[in-house]
C-alpha cells in the first residue's frame, strides 16, 4: 500500500485544527483541577482577607477547589514574578494591591512589566480615601484640622506603611492640595505605627483599615477624600465640602485578580462572572465595610485601563517627589 507524504501546509492545518481543538477541550473543562490564588503579603492583611472572601465564592461559581496561598516577599513583588512566569491556564493568579502595580514598578526595578506580563479579570474591591485622626488633636473635621495645620505649620504628622505606598502618597496630596505643612513618618506597616497614632506621637494616617479602630472609639474619622458623603459614615465631611480639590486622587486603592498573560478570554470571562456575582452579594459589602472597603467589578479590558492611567498618575506623582528604591 502507497503512503502520500502530506505537504507542508496542509500538515500545518491539521496541527493547527489538533491544538485547537484540544485548547477548546481543555477550556469546557475548566476548572478540573484545583486553582491556587497567591498573596504576596502574610496571612491577616487586606490582601489576603479579600483573597480569601473571594476564594469562596469563585469555588462555589465554579465548584471547584480555590486554594489561597501566601507568597510574601520583596512588598508584593515576589509573587507577582511567580504570576508573570506562570502557564496562562488559569490555575495560578493572583490577588494584589494597587501598589504591586502601579507603584513599586515605578520606584524600582521589577522582574514583571505590570502591563504586559498580566491578563487583569477583574478588580474585587476598592478602598475609601478616608483621613484618620488622633484623639489627641484637637479638630474633629477637615476644616478643623486644616485650619490647625495653617496655624502651626510643621506641627502635625503623618504614618504611613512606608516610602511610596499608597498611604504615603496619599498624604503628599493631600497635603498639597489643603496647602498645609506636614511631616511625614513612615512605618513597616499599620499595625506598626498604630499605637503611636492612638497615643498621638503621630498625628493622622490614611488607611482605611483603621476604620475598625474608629468604630471602637480609639480614633477618629476626620473625613474622607470624596465629592459626596459615604452612605457608611454620613457624619464625615468630604474633601470637597472643606474645599479641597482631590478628585484627581479619587479610586486610586484597589485590590485586583489577575493571571499571566495570554489567559484565553473564555477562561478570563468564567472568572470575572464569578467575581462580579459575588460582588452583588451583600453580605460580602457588610465584611468589605468593616475595612473600608467596598466590593467593586469590572471587566478585564476596564481593569487594563486603569492599571495603565494609575501606573501613570503614580508615576508622574513619584518623579515629582524624586523616590527611588533601591
Do not use: C
Not at 36 to 60: E, F, N, P, Q, S
Not at 204 to 232: H, S, T, Y
Not at 256 to 263: M, T
Not at 269 to 280: F, G, N, P, Q
Amino acid at each position: 500500500m502507497k503512503s502520500f507524504p502530506l505537504k507542508p501546509s496542509k500538515l500545518k492545518l491539521m496541527l493547527g485544527v489538533a491544538m485547537l481543538v484540544a485548547t477548546t477541550s481543555a477550556m469546557a473543562a475548566y476548572p478540573d483541577k484545583p486553582i491556587t490564588v497567591l498573596v504576596g503579603y502574610g496571612g491577616g492583611g487586606g490582601a489576603d482577607t479579600i483573597a480569601r472572601m473571594y476564594a469562596d465564592g469563585i469555588a462555589k461559581a465554579l465548584n471547584a477547589a480555590v486554594i489561597v496561598e501566601n507568597k510574601p516577599g520583596a512588598g508584593g513583588t515576589l509573587a507577582a514574578s511567580t504570576v508573570a512566569r506562570a502557564a496562562p491556564d488559569g490555575y495560578t493568579l493572583m490577588v494584589a494591591p494597587t501598589a504591586v502595580f502601579t507603584i513599586t514598578p515605578n520606584v524600582r526595578k521589577t522582574t514583571y512589566n505590570p502591563i504586559k506580563d498580566f491578563t487583569p479579570i477583574s478588580t474585587l474591591a476598592t478602598g475609601m480615601d478616608v483621613l484618620i485622626l488622633s484623639k489627641t488633636v484637637p479638630a474633629n473635621n477637615i476644616s478643623e484640622f486644616v485650619a490647625q495645620a495653617k496655624k502651626n505649620p510643621g506641627k502635625y504628622s503623618y504614618a504611613s506603611s512606608g516610602l511610596a505606598t499608597s498611604t504615603h502618597l496619599m498624604g503628599v496630596v493631600f497635603a498639597e492640595a489643603a496647602g498645609i505643612d506636614m511631616l511625614h513618618v513612615p512605618y513597616k506597616s499599620s499595625s506598626e505605627y498604630l499605637p503611636d497614632l492612638i497615643e498621638g506621637r503621630v498625628s493622622m494616617a490614611f488607611d482605611p483599615v483603621l476604620l475598625g479602630q474608629v468604630a471602637g472609639g480609639k480614633l477618629k474619622l476626620m473625613g474622607i477624600a470624596a465629592d459626596k458623603r459615604e452612605p457608611a459614615y454620613p457624619d464625615a465631611q468630604t474633601t470637597k465640602e472643606a474645599g479641597i480639590d482631590m478628585a484627581f486622587a479619587y479610586d486610586k486603592l484597589w485590590y485586583g485578580l489577575v493571571g499571566p498573560a495570554g489567559l484565553p478570554a473564555e477562561i478570563v470571562a468564567r472568572l470575572s462572572a464569578a467575581v462580579e456575582k459575588i460582588s452583588k452579594d451583600p453580605a460580602i459589602a457588610k465584611k468589605l465595610a468593616t475595612t473600608g472597603m467596598q466590593p467593586k467589578a469590572i471587566t478585564g479590558k476596564d481593569f487594563a485601563e486603569k492599571i495603565k492611567v494609575d501606573s501613570k498618575y503614580y508615576g508622574d506623582l513619584i518623579n515629582k517627589l524624586d523616590l527611588k528604591l533601591e
